[in-house]
C-alpha cells in the first residue's frame, strides 16, 4: 500500500485514526512510523477535535476512518473545521461503492459522496498509481482553503494490484 509514504511526502505529521478492516494494514504502518504521531480514537468526531488541536499546536494532521463514521462526524465537520478554517486531511475507506458485498454499507456508501458536496468538502477517488499525487495535492488544497479534503479510497483502489 503506498498511501502511507504519500502521507510523509505530503508532510502529514500527526494521525488520528478510527479502526477500519480496509485500513488496518495504513493504520499499523502509522502507528509503527516514529515520525508521525498517532492517536487511535474510537469516535470519529474525536478525531476531528484531536486534529484541529494538533493543527494549531503546528502540525499537519489527517483523519484515518471508514465512511460510515462521516454522518457522526458531520456536525463537527461542520462547527469547526469548516466554521473556523481548519485544514484536515481525511483518508476514508468507501465502503459500500461498487462491489461491497456487506449490503449494510451501501446505503452510506452511496450517500458520501454526496454529503461531502452538501459540506462543501472537495474529495478524490485515486487509483493507487495516483495516490501520491492526490495526497500531496489534497494536503496543499486543505491548507490553502482552510478546509477539509477528503480522499476516498473504494473497492476500486483496494482491488487494484500493487
Same mark, same amino acid.
Given at each position: 500500500?503506498?498511501?502511507?509514504?504519500?502521507?510523509?511526502?505530503?508532510?502529514?505529521?500527526?494521525?488520528?485514526?478510527?479502526?477500519?478492516?480496509?485500513?488496518?494494514?495504513?493504520?499499523?504502518?502509522?502507528?509503527?512510523?516514529?515520525?508521525?504521531?498517532? %492517536?487511535?480514537?474510537? $469516535?470519529?468526531?474525536? *478525531?476531528?477535535? #484531536?486534529? /484541529?488541536?494538533?493543527?494549531? +499546536?503546528?502540525?499537519? @494532521?489527517?483523519?484515518?476512518?471508514?465512511?460510515?463514521?462521516?454522518?457522526?462526524?458531520?456536525?463537527?465537520?461542520?462547527?469547526?473545521?469548516?466554521?473556523?478554517?481548519?485544514?484536515?486531511?481525511? %483518508?476514508?475507506?468507501? $465502503?459500500?461503492?461498487? *462491489?461491497?458485498? #456487506?449490503? /449494510?454499507?451501501?446505503?452510506? +456508501?452511496?450517500?458520501? @459522496?454526496?454529503?461531502?458536496?452538501?459540506?462543501?468538502?472537495?474529495?478524490?477517488?485515486?487509483?493507487?498509481?495516483?495516490?501520491?499525487?492526490?495526497?500531496?495535492?489534497?494536503?496543499?488544497?486543505?491548507?490553502?482553503?482552510? $478546509?477539509?479534503?477528503?480522499?476516498?479510497?473504494?473497492? /476500486?483502489?483496494?482491488?487494484?494490484?500493487?
Amino acid at each position: 500500500m503506498n498511501v502511507h509514504p504519500a502521507l510523509k511526502e505530503a508532510g502529514i505529521d500527526f494521525v488520528a485514526s478510527v479502526p477500519c478492516v480496509n485500513l488496518g494494514e495504513l493504520i499499523d504502518m502509522i502507528e509503527s512510523d516514529d515520525e508521525i504521531i498517532h %492517536i487511535p480514537v474510537t $469516535r470519529e468526531e474525536e *478525531g476531528i477535535g #484531536i486534529c /484541529a488541536g494538533a493543527y494549531f +499546536g503546528g502540525k499537519n @494532521p489527517a483523519l484515518v476512518m471508514q465512511n460510515s463514521g462521516l454522518g457522526n462526524s458531520i456536525n463537527a465537520l461542520a462547527s469547526l473545521n469548516l466554521l473556523y478554517g481548519i485544514p484536515l486531511l481525511m %483518508i476514508i475507506s468507501h $465502503r459500500g461503492d461498487l *462491489g461491497e458485498q #456487506i449490503s /449494510a454499507q451501501v446505503p452510506m +456508501g452511496q450517500l458520501t @459522496p454526496k454529503l461531502l458536496d452538501d459540506l462543501g468538502v472537495p474529495w478524490y477517488t485515486p487509483t493507487q498509481s495516483e495516490i501520491a499525487g492526490t495526497i500531496s495535492g489534497a494536503w496543499t488544497l486543505a491548507r490553502t482553503s482552510g $478546509r477539509p479534503v477528503a480522499i476516498l479510497l473504494g473497492a /476500486a483502489f483496494w482491488s487494484e494490484s500493487e
